[in-house]
């Protein structure tokens, strides 16, 4: 936990936090607010409800991973199909560093959510689902980038985000099944055959 | 709901179906010996615990949808490549009965539960990791008989079986984003990608 001395945003660090090692419905708000070192009658000055704090730890998340993260590699100046080895290594170093920390394979906070939170509240499901759209976009980024450089044939680029997120999104739901995320080291490659690319021809480091 | 005498059976019904629409953590004992008719106090005559009721409903599960839907088509006599069309034709028919019966479209019950219960349960989570191989284990089946009957090239079937079961599972996660089933119409073929083959040649048919 950081020392900010912002109350609302330790209220979110915490919630992701907690709800990520663990999951929404079994963590409350007195939880988190003992967590965040914040007083339970001050939650509802910063939000109107637990849903509303879910909105707010959605868009923080996808500002660090999604902004921060995801957008520099998928369209940056790297060759476009290698930018994908990158996201892949990231990701595991991201997965490894919260087992590290947390002692659980966490998976994708997102994808969590989604499949926790879909059929029971679909203010969070709404976001959710825009949010799975601006990560395809954001794939989408990288596949017409190498279809324009002709590392890729001309194939549906947004048919083949989406499959890659699908893959993602499954990949996921493994290393939570495993408590591994090196579970799915030999998986990541093929997804480079989702979108007609040879795997061999891209091969993510090894993350120890 | 059934009216089946045998309340141990009615149990595992009626929490099998209030998980898979809510959560585990959503719903409690009591709600779940509500549902089935079932005295709260003759709980425990049957279960040692909520655990242990969930459990039994991964086995039924598997035993309804692992050896009772997949098992027959994924190892039965149709042509290899094509026992997939069946098997996606199949999941698509059951998530649509589930929505229609339900109002929400609830993906698959074994990931599901893999992403709420995977670091908070260990004995779930390590029966949930055991169905998966048993079930990556019926797709091997039936790519090695693809790969006997010459339908694919000498592929690492072992490999190829767990990345189909982590798009399979991907997928899942999609249309739960979505609130809709029909979310991966379009995705559903790409998995034959995965396995070295042609999307093309094996195309699921439409499902209303």
Known sequence: MGRRSDARERLI?????????????????????????????SFYHFFSSKRDLGLAVID??????????????????EPPLERFARLFERGME????????????????F????????????????????LFDDWAGLIRHALDDAVAAGDLPEIDTALAS????????GMGVIIKAKDDPHAVDDLLPLALRLIGADPAAVRPAPVA
């Open 60 to 77: 923080a998340g996808w500002q660090r991973i999604g902004v921060g993260e995801m957008a520099p590699i998928l369209t940056g100046p």
């Open 13 to 41: 660090e915490a919630a992701a936090e907690l709800w990520h090692v663990r999951s929404y419905a079994d963590v409350g708000v007195s939880e988190i607010c003992e967590r965040a070192g914040v007083q339970k009658g």
């Open 162 to 169: 989406r499959a890659m997120l699908a893959y993602i999104q």
């Open 94 to 109: 991201l997965q490894l560093e919260m087992k590290e920390a947390s002692g659980v394979t966490v998976g994708c906070n």
């Open 111 to 130: 994808g969590n959510l989604v499949v926790e939170l879909s059929t029971v509240d679909e203010v969070l499901r709404e976001r959710l689902s825009r």
